[in-house]
Protein backbone atom coordinates (compact mmCIF):
# COMPACT_ATOMS: atom_id res chain seq x y z
CA UNK A 1 0.00 0.00 0.00
CA UNK A 2 1.55 3.52 -0.63
CA UNK A 3 3.20 5.36 1.84
CA UNK A 4 0.63 7.42 4.24
CA UNK A 5 0.88 11.23 3.74
CA UNK A 6 -1.09 13.69 5.11
CA UNK A 7 -0.95 16.42 2.12
CA UNK A 8 -1.60 20.50 2.85
CA UNK A 9 -0.32 22.59 0.31
CA UNK A 10 -0.65 26.30 -1.04
CA UNK A 11 -2.47 27.80 -1.89
CA UNK A 12 -5.22 25.53 -0.04
CA UNK A 13 -2.50 23.45 1.04
CA UNK A 14 -1.51 23.38 -2.36
CA UNK A 15 -1.86 25.31 1.31
CA UNK A 16 21.42 14.98 17.58
CA UNK A 17 24.90 14.87 17.79
CA UNK A 18 23.23 15.34 21.50
CA UNK A 19 23.46 12.60 23.87
CA UNK A 20 21.86 12.90 27.44
CA UNK A 21 23.45 10.15 30.61
CA UNK A 22 24.59 6.95 29.85
CA UNK A 23 21.90 4.03 29.49
CA UNK A 24 19.93 2.96 32.04
CA UNK A 25 20.53 -0.78 33.16
CA UNK A 26 18.23 -2.91 30.53
CA UNK A 27 17.89 0.03 28.10
CA UNK A 28 19.62 -0.08 24.37
CA UNK A 29 23.32 1.30 23.89
CA UNK A 30 22.56 4.86 21.85
CA UNK A 31 22.86 4.43 18.43
CA UNK A 32 25.15 5.49 15.97
CA UNK A 33 24.40 7.59 13.62
CA UNK A 34 21.92 7.13 11.42
CA UNK A 35 23.15 6.21 7.93
CA UNK A 36 19.61 7.10 6.09
CA UNK A 37 19.55 11.18 7.12
CA UNK A 38 22.34 11.78 4.76
CA UNK A 39 20.42 9.90 2.01
CA UNK A 40 17.53 11.69 2.75
CA UNK A 41 19.43 14.64 1.79
CA UNK A 42 21.08 12.93 -1.27
CA UNK A 43 18.80 10.65 -3.17
CA UNK A 44 15.28 13.21 -1.67
CA UNK A 45 16.50 15.90 -2.79
CA UNK A 46 16.27 17.39 1.09
CA UNK A 47 18.70 20.88 1.75
CA UNK A 48 18.66 19.58 5.51
CA UNK A 49 17.17 16.55 7.42
CA UNK A 50 17.24 16.14 11.68
CA UNK A 51 15.72 13.26 13.85
CA UNK A 52 15.58 13.32 17.84
CA UNK A 53 15.34 9.79 19.01
CA UNK A 54 14.36 10.40 23.29
CA UNK A 55 13.67 7.62 25.38
CA UNK A 56 14.38 7.17 29.65
CA UNK A 57 18.44 6.81 28.88
CA UNK A 58 18.46 10.26 27.52
CA UNK A 59 18.04 11.88 24.14
CA UNK A 60 20.26 11.91 20.71
CA UNK A 61 20.00 14.66 18.26
CA UNK A 62 21.45 14.06 14.71
CA UNK A 63 21.70 16.47 11.76
CA UNK A 64 22.88 15.68 7.36
CA UNK A 65 22.88 18.66 5.52
CA UNK A 66 22.88 22.09 6.87
CA UNK A 67 19.84 24.26 7.72
CA UNK A 68 18.15 22.88 10.95
CA UNK A 69 18.95 23.09 14.19
CA UNK A 70 17.64 21.51 17.26
CA UNK A 71 15.00 24.03 18.68
CA UNK A 72 13.94 25.32 15.52
CA UNK A 73 10.20 25.54 15.10
CA UNK A 74 8.69 24.19 12.00
CA UNK A 75 5.06 23.52 10.06
CA UNK A 76 4.18 19.75 11.73
CA UNK A 77 1.29 19.32 8.60
CA UNK A 78 -1.30 16.75 9.71
CA UNK A 79 0.53 16.16 12.89
CA UNK A 80 -2.21 18.24 14.45
CA UNK A 81 -4.96 15.61 13.95
CA UNK A 82 -3.32 13.91 16.88
CA UNK A 83 -3.52 16.92 19.07
CA UNK A 84 -6.78 17.62 18.07
CA UNK A 85 -8.16 13.90 18.23
CA UNK A 86 -6.85 14.04 21.86
CA UNK A 87 -8.88 17.08 22.98
CA UNK A 88 -12.15 15.35 21.05
CA UNK A 89 -11.86 12.28 23.31
CA UNK A 90 -11.03 14.80 26.35
CA UNK A 91 -14.41 15.48 25.71
CA UNK A 92 -15.68 12.26 25.67
CA UNK A 93 -14.02 11.65 29.24
CA UNK A 94 -15.83 15.28 30.48
CA UNK A 95 -19.25 14.12 29.22
CA UNK A 96 -19.31 17.13 27.18
CA UNK A 97 -19.91 14.94 24.48
CA UNK A 98 -20.26 11.79 22.30
CA UNK A 99 -18.30 9.73 20.06
CA UNK A 100 -21.15 8.41 18.18
CA UNK A 101 -23.02 12.07 18.27
CA UNK A 102 -23.79 13.04 14.53
CA UNK A 103 -22.69 15.44 13.68
CA UNK A 104 -25.55 17.73 12.94
CA UNK A 105 -25.82 17.65 16.09
CA UNK A 106 -22.97 19.86 17.06
CA UNK A 107 -22.88 21.71 13.66
CA UNK A 108 -26.35 22.02 12.33
CA UNK A 109 -25.60 25.16 9.89
CA UNK A 110 -22.73 23.26 8.24
CA UNK A 111 -23.04 19.85 7.57
CA UNK A 112 -27.00 19.36 6.85
CA UNK A 113 -28.95 16.31 5.07
CA UNK A 114 -27.72 13.04 5.37
CA UNK A 115 -24.54 13.64 6.51
CA UNK A 116 -25.67 15.63 9.33
CA UNK A 117 -27.86 12.82 10.28
CA UNK A 118 -25.26 9.59 10.13
CA UNK A 119 -21.98 11.11 10.24
CA UNK A 120 -21.02 10.45 13.95
CA UNK A 121 -17.65 12.25 15.48
CA UNK A 122 -16.04 9.34 15.38
CA UNK A 123 -16.54 8.56 11.94
CA UNK A 124 -14.68 12.00 11.53
CA UNK A 125 -11.89 10.69 13.93
CA UNK A 126 -11.28 7.81 11.83
CA UNK A 127 -11.67 9.27 8.26
CA UNK A 128 -14.62 6.91 7.63
CA UNK A 129 -17.55 9.91 7.31
CA UNK A 130 -17.19 9.44 3.71
CA UNK A 131 -16.78 13.16 3.12
CA UNK A 132 -14.50 14.40 0.01
CA UNK A 133 -11.26 15.88 1.21
CA UNK A 134 -11.37 20.08 0.46
CA UNK A 135 -7.41 19.88 -0.12
CA UNK A 136 -6.84 16.92 -2.52
CA UNK A 137 -3.43 18.10 -3.08
CA UNK A 138 -2.05 19.90 -6.24
CA UNK A 139 -2.97 17.57 -9.37
CA UNK A 140 -6.37 19.42 -8.64
CA UNK A 141 -7.27 22.66 -9.28
CA UNK A 142 -7.16 25.15 -6.18
CA UNK A 143 -9.13 28.17 -5.15
CA UNK A 144 -7.25 31.62 -4.63
CA UNK A 145 -4.11 31.45 -1.93
CA UNK A 146 -6.47 33.27 0.66
CA UNK A 147 -9.21 30.47 0.86
CA UNK A 148 -9.17 29.10 4.37
CA UNK A 149 -9.62 26.31 5.19
CA UNK A 150 -13.19 26.44 6.34
CA UNK A 151 -14.70 28.24 3.16
CA UNK A 152 -13.41 25.49 1.30
CA UNK A 153 -14.90 23.01 3.79
CA UNK A 154 -18.28 24.78 3.30
CA UNK A 155 -17.99 24.68 -0.52
CA UNK A 156 -16.86 20.66 -0.57
CA UNK A 157 -19.84 19.92 1.48
CA UNK A 158 -22.14 20.97 -0.76
CA UNK A 159 -21.26 18.35 -3.13
CA UNK A 160 -21.78 13.86 -3.09
CA UNK A 161 -19.43 12.22 -0.49
CA UNK A 162 -18.59 8.32 -0.30
CA UNK A 163 -20.28 5.61 1.49
CA UNK A 164 -19.99 6.30 5.34
CA UNK A 165 -18.06 3.63 6.76
CA UNK A 166 -15.13 2.96 4.55
CA UNK A 167 -11.86 4.57 5.13
CA UNK A 168 -10.59 6.98 3.14
CA UNK A 169 -8.36 9.91 4.50
CA UNK A 170 -10.30 13.26 4.37
CA UNK A 171 -8.52 16.32 5.82
CA UNK A 172 -12.47 17.67 6.10
CA UNK A 173 -12.72 15.40 9.01
CA UNK A 174 -10.46 17.33 10.96
CA UNK A 175 -11.50 21.07 9.78
CA UNK A 176 -15.28 19.63 11.00
CA UNK A 177 -13.54 18.35 14.26
CA UNK A 178 -12.01 21.64 15.33
CA UNK A 179 -15.13 23.40 14.57
CA UNK A 180 -17.27 20.56 16.57
CA UNK A 181 -14.35 21.62 19.86
CA UNK A 182 -15.24 25.58 19.98
CA UNK A 183 -19.28 24.73 19.71
CA UNK A 184 -19.04 22.47 22.50
CA UNK A 185 -16.77 24.35 24.86
CA UNK A 186 -17.47 28.06 23.23
CA UNK A 187 -13.19 28.22 22.66
CA UNK A 188 -11.53 27.77 19.35
CA UNK A 189 -9.81 24.48 19.21
CA UNK A 190 -6.25 25.98 20.02
CA UNK A 191 -7.16 27.48 22.63
CA UNK A 192 -8.44 24.22 23.93
CA UNK A 193 -5.56 22.37 22.86
CA UNK A 194 -3.44 24.96 24.26
CA UNK A 195 -4.49 24.56 28.11
CA UNK A 196 -5.47 20.92 27.43
CA UNK A 197 -1.98 19.92 26.12
CA UNK A 198 0.71 22.24 25.76
CA UNK A 199 0.57 24.06 28.89
CA UNK A 200 0.77 21.27 30.75
CA UNK A 201 3.18 19.00 29.00
CA UNK A 202 5.64 22.84 28.93
CA UNK A 203 5.80 22.49 24.69
CA UNK A 204 7.55 25.82 24.63
CA UNK A 205 8.11 25.37 20.81
CA UNK A 206 4.51 24.35 20.34
CA UNK A 207 1.57 26.88 18.92
CA UNK A 208 -1.39 27.26 16.51
CA UNK A 209 -0.15 30.36 14.50
CA UNK A 210 -4.08 31.23 13.46
CA UNK A 211 -3.43 34.22 10.71
CA UNK A 212 0.21 34.63 11.34
CA UNK A 213 1.90 33.69 8.45
CA UNK A 214 5.91 33.90 9.95
CA UNK A 215 7.21 31.16 11.86
CA UNK A 216 8.00 32.22 15.95
CA UNK A 217 11.47 32.16 16.34
CA UNK A 218 13.97 30.45 16.02
CA UNK A 219 13.58 28.48 12.92
CA UNK A 220 15.41 27.78 9.57
CA UNK A 221 13.99 27.82 5.92
CA UNK A 222 11.57 25.95 3.91
CA UNK A 223 11.61 24.97 0.27
CA UNK A 224 9.31 23.64 -2.04
CA UNK A 225 9.45 21.09 -4.82
CA UNK A 226 10.89 23.67 -7.02
CA UNK A 227 13.53 25.08 -4.62
CA UNK A 228 11.35 28.35 -3.68
CA UNK A 229 11.37 29.75 -0.15
CA UNK A 230 8.55 28.94 1.42
CA UNK A 231 8.80 29.72 5.31
CA UNK A 232 6.31 32.48 5.08
CA UNK A 233 2.75 30.37 4.52
CA UNK A 234 -0.90 31.24 5.69
CA UNK A 235 -2.04 28.71 8.18
CA UNK A 236 -5.22 29.23 7.40
CA UNK A 237 -5.12 26.82 4.61
CA UNK A 238 -4.55 24.32 7.20
CA UNK A 239 -6.60 25.29 10.32
CA UNK A 240 -7.45 22.16 12.19
CA UNK A 241 -6.33 19.56 9.69
CA UNK A 242 -2.23 20.94 9.81
CA UNK A 243 -1.55 24.06 11.33
CA UNK A 244 0.54 23.26 14.33
CA UNK A 245 4.02 24.48 14.89
CA UNK A 246 6.05 23.12 16.52
CA UNK A 247 9.74 21.13 17.38
CA UNK A 248 11.37 17.72 17.60
CA UNK A 249 11.72 17.53 21.24
CA UNK A 250 7.87 18.81 21.74
CA UNK A 251 6.47 16.10 19.42
CA UNK A 252 8.63 13.51 21.23
CA UNK A 253 7.39 14.90 24.44
CA UNK A 254 3.59 14.82 23.23
CA UNK A 255 3.38 11.67 22.10
CA UNK A 256 5.07 9.94 25.00
CA UNK A 257 2.95 11.12 27.38
CA UNK A 258 -0.24 10.47 25.13
CA UNK A 259 0.84 6.60 24.68
CA UNK A 260 1.95 6.53 28.09
CA UNK A 261 -1.36 7.96 29.61
CA UNK A 262 -0.88 10.62 31.19
CA UNK A 263 -3.42 12.64 28.85
CA UNK A 264 -6.59 10.25 28.10
CA UNK A 265 -8.13 8.14 30.79
CA UNK A 266 -8.04 4.29 29.63
CA UNK A 267 -10.93 4.11 27.67
CA UNK A 268 -10.67 6.91 25.98
CA UNK A 269 -6.72 5.94 25.01
CA UNK A 270 -8.45 2.49 23.82
CA UNK A 271 -10.44 4.35 21.72
CA UNK A 272 -7.56 6.76 20.18
CA UNK A 273 -5.98 3.35 19.60
CA UNK A 274 -8.49 1.03 18.15
CA UNK A 275 -8.10 0.78 14.22
CA UNK A 276 -11.29 -1.43 14.25
CA UNK A 277 -13.71 1.63 12.58
CA UNK A 278 -11.22 1.91 10.18
CA UNK A 279 -10.62 -1.50 9.09
CA UNK A 280 -7.20 -0.82 8.99
CA UNK A 281 -4.30 0.52 10.43
CA UNK A 282 -5.60 4.13 11.40
CA UNK A 283 -6.87 4.94 15.05
CA UNK A 284 -8.57 8.52 15.63
CA UNK A 285 -5.65 11.17 14.76
CA UNK A 286 -2.95 8.11 15.39
CA UNK A 287 -1.85 5.15 13.48
CA UNK A 288 -0.06 2.03 13.86
CA UNK A 289 3.30 0.71 12.37
CA UNK A 290 4.77 -2.78 12.17
CA UNK A 291 8.75 -2.66 11.91
CA UNK A 292 10.24 -5.82 9.72
CA UNK A 293 11.50 -7.15 13.40
CA UNK A 294 7.76 -7.02 14.30
CA UNK A 295 8.09 -4.26 16.49
CA UNK A 296 5.20 -2.19 16.53
CA UNK A 297 5.00 2.17 16.73
CA UNK A 298 2.13 4.60 17.06
CA UNK A 299 2.26 7.97 15.56
CA UNK A 300 1.57 10.10 12.52
CA UNK A 301 3.23 12.44 9.82
CA UNK A 302 2.38 15.61 8.53
CA UNK A 303 3.38 16.94 5.05
CA UNK A 304 2.60 20.48 4.03
CA UNK A 305 4.45 22.80 1.84
CA UNK A 306 8.25 22.94 3.23
CA UNK A 307 8.45 20.41 5.14
CA UNK A 308 7.54 16.45 5.67
CA UNK A 309 7.83 15.20 9.37
CA UNK A 310 7.04 11.53 11.16
CA UNK A 311 7.09 11.10 14.83
CA UNK A 312 7.15 7.58 15.91
CA UNK A 313 6.59 5.91 19.55
CA UNK A 314 6.36 2.96 20.96
CA UNK A 315 3.10 1.54 22.33
CA UNK A 316 4.30 2.39 26.29
CA UNK A 317 5.69 5.96 24.94
CA UNK A 318 9.47 4.64 26.25
CA UNK A 319 10.38 5.52 23.06
CA UNK A 320 9.94 8.15 20.85
CA UNK A 321 11.48 9.37 17.35
CA UNK A 322 10.82 12.12 15.15
CA UNK A 323 12.22 12.86 11.91
CA UNK A 324 11.38 15.66 9.83
CA UNK A 325 12.83 17.36 6.02
CA UNK A 326 12.93 20.94 5.54
CA UNK A 327 11.08 20.68 2.05
CA UNK A 328 8.24 19.18 0.65
CA UNK A 329 10.31 17.79 -2.37
CA UNK A 330 10.78 13.94 -1.12
CA UNK A 331 9.99 12.03 -3.90
CA UNK A 332 7.40 9.55 -2.53
CA UNK A 333 9.38 6.22 -3.59
CA UNK A 334 12.07 7.69 -1.98
CA UNK A 335 10.53 8.27 1.50
CA UNK A 336 8.38 5.01 1.04
CA UNK A 337 12.04 3.27 0.85
CA UNK A 338 13.83 5.05 3.62
CA UNK A 339 11.70 6.40 6.53
CA UNK A 340 10.57 2.49 7.26
CA UNK A 341 14.53 1.68 7.19
CA UNK A 342 15.17 5.09 9.71
CA UNK A 343 12.10 3.82 11.96
CA UNK A 344 13.72 0.25 11.87
CA UNK A 345 17.02 1.30 12.74
CA UNK A 346 15.85 2.79 15.68
CA UNK A 347 13.60 0.47 16.84
CA UNK A 348 14.35 -2.28 15.87
CA UNK A 349 18.36 -2.33 17.64
CA UNK A 350 18.00 -5.55 19.98
CA UNK A 351 14.90 -6.38 19.25
CA UNK A 352 13.53 -10.01 18.35
CA UNK A 353 11.77 -11.38 15.36
CA UNK A 354 12.19 -11.98 11.62
CA UNK A 355 13.75 -9.07 9.55
CA UNK A 356 12.14 -8.65 5.92
CA UNK A 357 7.88 -8.53 7.37
CA UNK A 358 5.93 -6.92 5.51
CA UNK A 359 5.10 -3.25 7.27
CA UNK A 360 1.38 -1.98 7.60
CA UNK A 361 0.57 1.16 6.49
CA UNK A 362 -2.63 3.22 6.17
CA UNK A 363 -4.53 2.79 2.84
CA UNK A 364 -3.53 6.05 1.12
CA UNK A 365 -3.73 9.85 2.95
CA UNK A 366 -5.51 11.37 0.26
CA UNK A 367 -4.77 14.68 0.34
CA UNK A 368 -1.31 13.62 -0.73
Known sequence: MPLPRARLAVPLVTALVALGAGPLSGEPSPAP???VLPRLVAEGHAPAAAMLSASPSGSQFQTAGHGIRRADRFRA????KTFVATVVLQLDAEGRLDLDDPVGRHL?????GEAARRVTLRALLTHTSGLPDYAPGTTHASPPARTSAREAVRRVLAGPWRPVGHYAYS?????LLGLVIEHVTDRPYATEALRRIIRPL???????????????????????????????????TADAAGELVSTLDDLNRFYAALLSGRLLPPPQL??????????GPYGMGIYRHTLSCGTTVWGHNGLITGSYVRSATSPDGRRTVTFRVNTDAVPRGTLAELEPALLDAEFCRGAQGRRGHETARPAAFRAS
Do not use: C, K, Q
Request: hydrophobic share 30%; charged share 20%; glycine share 10%.
Open 108 to 112: PGLVR
Open 171 to 175: NTNYV
Open 77 to 80: GSIT
Open 202 to 236: RLTGTSFPGTRAALPSPHGRAYDAAGRDVTVLDPR
Open 270 to 279: RELLSTRPAS
Open 33 to 35: PSP
